[in-house]
Each structure stands twice: as structure tokens, then as C-alpha cells.
């Protein structure tokens, strides 16, 4: 019947089009930009140059520098924003009468913008901890952490925590709430402590909310822009430019469109493989009921 | 567990998480402070409440200017994405034939692809776009919110084609019926349906339309079309960093997402944890 050909057309097409136009394209053609020599100017020739640009990236220091933070800080942001997020859940979650107003008030940070949050941590980071070191005394831990190369890269941990592990917790909470209470009660029963509770039963059955925040959390640090832009912007001289700042300095700081756009899709294959792996090895993980 | 033992974790906790937005204390304080005071103590109270530096931060910003922006960007995106997303993911799952496998599959697997890999060619696209086709992509808000609809599709769809699934069809073949056209089919019985799902795409396109920096930095060059992330970004970018009036910038930034949260607080915790487990 045409007439169900047509419909199918006017309620799929609008959104397929923008799609389109405004991934699918630029992906295929990304992937071609990879492979040429190019300025940006479009009245200057793209050359062909193979796979230069993927062998140039390999010498490039700075670009490997960057690979390197990069995965320092993903581990770092995994460890510390999981764990500060299950903690929160399961503090949410152990029936106090302000649990509602707890879990509202550590959710809040995760709605401010990425680039206002560097903004409001920069204070903190530079006049903040100065001020306090210069108080108390103590100012091998409290002084301006941005100069200090490492330092910096432990303020974008702490910043990126702030801001997701409000994310994680309420997953962790969902997760624990779909724990049935007769299992718990069972294994009280049973004489089951707290700690055999938490290894035994929370934990194997959180394992389906652990997928997801380790994704979440994953593909979240790899891809950080805006907080790493407004915090540090890359310094002390580049020892803090992680791997999505490092691509768009190429491209567009140093108009290297063809390098650029190489880095951009092994940011991309490393993303998936990375993830993808991930997901692979945790859900192998979860159990059944 | 006792009652007043309760309590008193009760309220141990709450303090643990005003301590845990201290950031946001340090933020609202020292909008207030006069320089003298903000190098003597960063945590103190201020002694005298001086709205001053937030005109300042307004005029600098072009506060209300920005404000409206995001707000016309970030509401337009939400109800577009709302109603081509829900129409193609409800085609999708009836009409279960390849075509419509494979755009699934396209819309899902994209959403792995991180921005940084697009933006360069994307670029290139809409310049094309302006240059053969005459239509203004580059430096419009039209442009800005037609790319977010690109961007957000991905999830919209795979979150209303997971929730269309679990909606009988008998509903709608009584419908068909009873007269009524695919389209009516679709907007008088299968879209109300749909309210919390849309609810859950709606409030993650909202956070993600308003926060984001990146796309509208490169779309938006001209001064009065900037969105508050981009006014923020110049204000700091613009002038050596006047910490108080700073400050007063940030705070008046968050100032709509604290009321977007006070009002829609149940259905963002539930719609973000919805979004992600899906």
C-alpha cells in the first residue's frame, strides 16, 4: 500500500535528514579529512597524503603527553568518583529521615555547567587554598595546586568528581532500591554482618548499576573539554591539555586540519574500544537473581 | 535504630552535604566581598551586602541578553527533538522492516562518537550548506538548534523506541477503526502516552542544551547571539579576573538552574536515572 510507504516517510525523514547532515556526513567525511594535508582555508588544496597524519601523531610528544595524562586522569576519575558515589547512595539509602533532602542537595552540582564549575574551582584552586595554607600553616598541601603540574591534574580529578559523583549516586541508589528487602532480611537472619552483607549481596547485585557508572564515568573523563578548558586551560604549560583539548588546539589553534582530524578519529576508536571493552567485561559480571 | 539516635545521623549527614557544596558557599560570599575583604578571608561572611558588583557582572556579561538566548536555543531544541524524535521511534517499532533496523542501529551506535571527532567536518558541512544552498547554518541560533537536534537525537529516539515497545497495539488498531488517520492515530493516542518518557528526554535535553560550550562556541561568533556559556567564557576571557564581580557573574549563571531544580526536582533525579539505565 503507498499510502503506508508515505507515512513512513513523513514520520521518519525530517529527523533522519538532520541526522544526516549533521552526524553521519561529517563522521564519513571526518574520516576522509583524516588522510589529506589542509590548512582550513578552503581555497588551498587538500593533498592526499595517506596515512602521514597517523604516523606524524605517533612522534608527536605533546599529543602522546596528552594520550598519557588523559588515562591518568580516567583512572583516577574512575576510582574516586564510583566510590564517592556508592558511598553516597548507600549513606542515601540506610533510611535516615533526611535521605530526600541528602540526595537533592549531592545531586546539585551535577546540573552546573562544566565550564562554570572550572570557573568556581579556579578560585578555590588558586586565591582559596593560598589563603588557607597561608592560616593554618599547612602549606605543603594548601597552596596554588594550578602551578604545580601533578597538583593540577589532581584539581580536574577533584572538580570532575564534584560534579559526577552526585551522577553515579543516583544510579547506585536505583540499583540498591531493586535489591529486595527479604534477601537482606534473610541473610540478617542468617547472622550475616554488615560486611558480608555489602561483599555478598549489594555489591554482586550492583553490578548492572556498576556497568552503567563505569561507562558513564568512562566516556565522560576521556571526552572532558569544558571543565579542563575553564580550570587550567591546558597549563602549567601543556601539562594538563588532555586528549579533546589536544585535538582542537590542532585543528584550530594551529589550523592543522589533516593532523587534527587524525587525532580525532583514533580519540573516537580508542573511545569505543575502551568502552565497548568495559561494558563486555561487566556485564559478564552481573548475576541473576 | 532508635529515634533519637536516627536524628542525629539525620542530621550529621545534611551538615556532610552543605559541607559537600561548600564551593557554592565560597561562590555566594565572596560576590559580596569588597577586594580588601576577599584577600583577607575567603570564607567569611561579608560585611556588608553590595549588590554592586552583580550590575557590574550584568553589564559585562549582557546578562539578560545571554539569559534569553539560552533560553529560546535550549526550549526550541527540547520541543523539536520531542516530537521528530517520538514520531520516527514509534514508526520504528511498528513498522519493523530493514529500513528501520538500520536506522536504529545508526541512531545507537553514533551516539559512541564524541564531539571532538565531528566538530571539524561538521563545519565544513555548514559552510557548504551556506555557501551553495543559501541557508544561514553558521552564526544563527536556527543553525545552533538545528545542529543540537542532530546531536540529541540518538538518545531521544532509543529512550522512546525502548518505552513505545512496552505500548499494546490493540490501542491503536481500535483506533484505525474507528476512522482515524496515522497521524491522528499518533497524536491523539500514542503521544499522550508517552508523557514520562518525554518528561525523561526532555529534561536531559535541557541539561545538555543549556551546559553545553563547545558547539555554540563554534557556531555563534557575534556578540548578541552568545548563549550564557559563551557570555561566561568572554567575560573571563576579556578582562584580568575581578574575583568579587566574577563570582557574582558565576552565581547569577546558576541562578536559573537552581530554580529549574527547585521546580523540577523529582523529575530530573527520576529522569536522569531513567536515561541512564535504559
Same mark, same amino acid.
Given at each position: 500500500?503507498?499510502?503506508?510507504?508515505?507515512?513512513?516517510?513523513?514520520?521518519?525523514?525530517?529527523?533522519?535528514?538532520?541526522?544526516?547532515?549533521?552526524?553521519?556526513?561529517?563522521?564519513?567525511?571526518?574520516?576522509?579529512?583524516?588522510?589529506?594535508?589542509?590548512?582550513?582555508?578552503?581555497?588551498?588544496?587538500?593533498?592526499?597524503?595517506?596515512?602521514?597524519?597517523?604516523?606524524?601523531?605517533?612522534?608527536?610528544?605533546?599529543?602522546?603527553?596528552?594520550?598519557?595524562?588523559?588515562?591518568?586522569?580516567?583512572?583516577?576519575?574512575?576510582?574516586?568518583?564510583?566510590?564517592?558515589?556508592?558511598?553516597?547512595?548507600?549513606?542515601?539509602?540506610?533510611?535516615?529521615?533526611?535521605?530526600?533532602?541528602?540526595?537533592?542537595?549531592?545531586?546539585?552540582?551535577?546540573?552546573?555547567?562544566?565550564?562554570?564549575?572550572?570557573?568556581?574551582?579556579?578560585?578555590?584552586?588558586?586565591?582559596?587554598?593560598?589563603?588557607?595554607?597561608?592560616?593554618?600553616?599547612?602549606?605543603?598541601?594548601?597552596?596554588?595546586?594550578?602551578?604545580?603540574?601533578?597538583?593540577?591534574?589532581?584539581?580536574?580529578?577533584?572538580?570532575?568528581?564534584?560534579?559526577?559523583?552526585?551522577?553515579?549516586?543516583?544510579?547506585?541508589?536505583?540499583?540498591?532500591?531493586?535489591?529486595?528487602?527479604?534477601?537482606?532480611?534473610?541473610?540478617?537472619?542468617?547472622?550475616?554482618?554488615?560486611?558480608?552483607?555489602?561483599?555478598?549481596?549489594?555489591?554482586?547485585?550492583?553490578?548492572?548499576?556498576?556497568?552503567?557508572?563505569?561507562?558513564?564515568?568512562?566516556?565522560?573523563?576521556?571526552?572532558?573539554?569544558?571543565?579542563?578548558?575553564?580550570?587550567?586551560?591546558?597549563?602549567?604549560?601543556?601539562?594538563?591539555?588532555?586528549?579533546?583539548?589536544?585535538?582542537?588546539?590542532?585543528?584550530?589553534?594551529?589550523?592543522?586540519?589533516?593532523?587534527?582530524?587524525?587525532?580525532?578519529?583514533?580519540?573516537?576508536?580508542?573511545?569505543?574500544?575502551?568502552?565497548?571493552?568495559?561494558?563486555?567485561?561487566?556485564?559478564?559480571?552481573?548475576?541473576?537473581? | 535504630?532508635?529515634?533519637?539516635?536516627?536524628?542525629?545521623?539525620?542530621?550529621?549527614?545534611?551538615?556532610?552535604?552543605?559541607?559537600?557544596?561548600?564551593?557554592?558557599?565560597?561562590?555566594?560570599?565572596?560576590?559580596?566581598?569588597?577586594?580588601?575583604?576577599?584577600?583577607?578571608?575567603?570564607?567569611?561572611?561579608?560585611?556588608?551586602?553590595?549588590?554592586?558588583?552583580?550590575?557590574?557582572?550584568?553589564?559585562?556579561?549582557? =546578562?539578560?541578553?545571554?539569559?534569553?538566548?539560552? !533560553?529560546?536555543?535550549?526550549?526550541? @531544541? #527540547?520541543?523539536?527533538?520531542? *516530537?521528530? &524524535? $517520538?514520531?520516527?521511534?514509534?514508526?520504528?517499532?511498528?513498522?519493523?522492516?530493514?529500513?528501520?533496523?538500520?536506522?536504529?542501529?545508526?541512531?545507537?551506535?553514533?551516539?559512541?562518537?564524541?564531539?571532538?571527532?565531528?566538530?571539524?567536518?561538521?563545519?565544513?558541512?555548514?559552510?557548504?550548506?551556506?555557501?551553495?544552498?543559501?541557508?544561514?547554518?553558521?552564526?544563527?541560533?536556527?543553525?545552533?538548534?538545528?545542529?543540537?537536534?542532530?546531536?540529541?537525537?540518538?538518545?531521544?529516539?532509543?529512550?522512546?523506541?525502548?518505552?513505545?515497545?512496552?505500548?499494546?497495539?490493540?490501542?491503536?488498531?481500535?483506533?484505525?477503526?474507528?476512522?482515524?488517520?496515522?497521524?491522528?492515530? =499518533?497524536?491523539?493516542?500514542?503521544?499522550?502516552? !508517552?508523557?514520562?518518557?518525554?518528561? @525523561? #528526554?526532555?529534561?536531559?535535553? *535541557?541539561? &545538555? $542544551?543549556?551546559?553545553?560550550?563547545?558547539?555554540?562556541?563554534?557556531?555563534?561568533?557575534?556578540?548578541?547571539?552568545?548563549?550564557?556559556?559563551?557570555?561566561?567564557?568572554?567575560?573571563?576571557?576579556?578582562?584580568?579576573?575581578?574575583?568579587?564581580?566574577?563570582?557574582?557573574?558565576?552565581?547569577?549563571?546558576?541562578?536559573?538552574?537552581?530554580?529549574?531544580?527547585?521546580?523540577?526536582?523529582?523529575?530530573?533525579?527520576?529522569?536522569?536515572?531513567?536515561?541512564?539505565?535504559?
Amino acid at each position: 500500500m503507498p499510502n503506508k510507504k508515505i507515512w513512513y516517510f513523513i514520520f521518519t525523514m525530517p529527523l533522519f535528514l538532520i541526522f544526516c547532515i549533521v552526524v553521519l556526513v561529517p563522521f564519513l567525511i571526518g574520516i576522509y579529512y583524516s588522510f589529506v594535508n589542509w590548512d582550513g582555508i578552503s581555497s588551498n588544496p587538500k593533498v592526499f597524503v595517506g596515512f602521514d597524519n597517523y604516523t606524524a601523531l605517533l612522534q608527536d610528544k605533546r599529543f602522546l603527553a596528552s594520550a598519557w595524562n588523559t588515562i591518568k586522569f580516567t583512572l583516577f576519575a574512575l576510582f574516586s568518583v564510583n566510590l564517592l558515589g556508592l558511598v553516597f547512595a548507600l549513606i542515601v539509602t540506610s533510611g535516615f529521615k533526611t535521605s530526600n533532602l541528602v540526595r537533592t542537595l549531592l545531586f546539585m552540582p551535577n546540573l552546573i555547567g562544566g565550564l562554570i564549575l572550572g570557573y568556581i574551582w579556579r578560585f578555590i584552586f588558586t586565591d582559596g587554598f593560598k589563603q588557607i595554607g597561608e592560616i593554618t600553616g599547612g602549606d605543603s598541601i594548601f597552596f596554588n595546586w594550578l602551578i604545580d603540574p601533578n597538583f593540577a591534574l589532581i584539581a580536574l580529578v577533584v572538580v570532575f568528581t564534584w560534579q559526577m559523583a552526585g551522577y553515579t549516586m543516583v544510579i547506585y541508589i536505583a540499583g540498591i532500591q531493586g535489591i529486595s528487602e527479604e534477601v537482606m532480611e534473610a541473610a540478617k537472619v542468617d547472622g550475616a554482618n554488615i560486611w558480608h552483607r555489602m561483599t555478598k549481596i549489594v555489591f554482586p547485585l550492583l553490578m548492572p548499576s556498576f556497568t552503567i557508572c563505569l561507562f558513564l564515568t568512562l566516556s565522560g573523563a576521556f571526552k572532558i573539554y569544558d571543565v579542563n578548558l575553564s580550570l587550567t586551560n591546558g597549563g602549567p604549560i601543556h601539562h594538563t591539555e588532555l586528549f579533546a583539548m589536544n585535538v582542537f588546539n590542532e585543528i584550530f589553534g594551529y589550523g592543522n586540519y589533516g593532523l587534527g582530524q587524525a587525532k580525532a578519529i583514533l580519540f573516537f576508536v580508542i573511545i569505543a574500544l575502551v568502552t565497548i571493552t568495559q561494558v563486555v567485561i561487566t556485564k559478564r559480571r552481573e548475576v541473576q537473581m | 535504630m532508635n529515634n533519637a539516635k536516627n536524628g542525629i545521623i539525620s542530621l550529621l549527614i545534611v551538615m556532610i552535604s552543605l559541607l559537600f557544596l561548600s564551593p557554592i558557599y565560597i561562590m555566594i560570599v565572596n560576590s559580596f566581598k569588597t577586594r580588601a575583604e576577599l584577600y583577607e578571608n575567603v570564607l567569611s561572611l561579608p560585611g556588608s551586602f553590595s549588590f554592586e558588583y552583580y550590575t557590574a557582572a550584568i553589564k559585562k556579561m549582557n =546578562f539578560f541578553v545571554a539569559l534569553g538566548n539560552s !533560553l529560546y536555543v535550549t526550549t526550541a @531544541t #527540547v520541543i523539536f527533538v520531542i *516530537v521528530l &524524535a $517520538s514520531m520516527m521511534a514509534w514508526m520504528l517499532v511498528r513498522r519493523d522492516n530493514v529500513w528501520s533496523k538500520i536506522i536504529f542501529f545508526l541512531f545507537v551506535a553514533t551516539m559512541l562518537i564524541p564531539f571532538q571527532t565531528l566538530m571539524m567536518p561538521l563545519m565544513q558541512v555548514m559552510d557548504w550548506i551556506r555557501t551553495y544552498l543559501h541557508l544561514p547554518m553558521l552564526n544563527t541560533h536556527g543553525g545552533l538548534i538545528f545542529m543540537n537536534i542532530g546531536f540529541h537525537a540518538g538518545i531521544a529516539v532509543f529512550l522512546y523506541h525502548g518505552f513505545i515497545k512496552s505500548i499494546p497495539v490493540a490501542l491503536e488498531e481500535a483506533a484505525v477503526l474507528d476512522g482515524c488517520n496515522t497521524f491522528g492515530v =499518533f497524536w491523539r493516542i500514542i503521544f499522550p502516552l !508517552l508523557k514520562s518518557i518525554s518528561v @525523561t #528526554v526532555a529534561i536531559l535535553d *535541557v541539561i &545538555a $542544551s543549556w551546559n553545553d560550550y563547545l558547539l555554540p562556541s563554534l557556531v555563534l561568533s557575534e556578540k548578541g547571539l552568545r548563549t550564557i556559556q559563551l557570555s561566561t567564557f568572554y567575560f573571563f576571557g576579556e578582562f584580568t579576573i575581578v574575583w568579587n564581580q566574577a563570582m557574582a557573574g558565576l552565581t547569577l549563571t546558576i541562578v536559573p538552574i537552581i530554580i529549574f531544580y527547585s521546580i523540577a526536582q523529582k523529575y530530573i533525579i527520576k529522569g536522569i536515572a531513567a536515561g541512564a539505565v535504559k
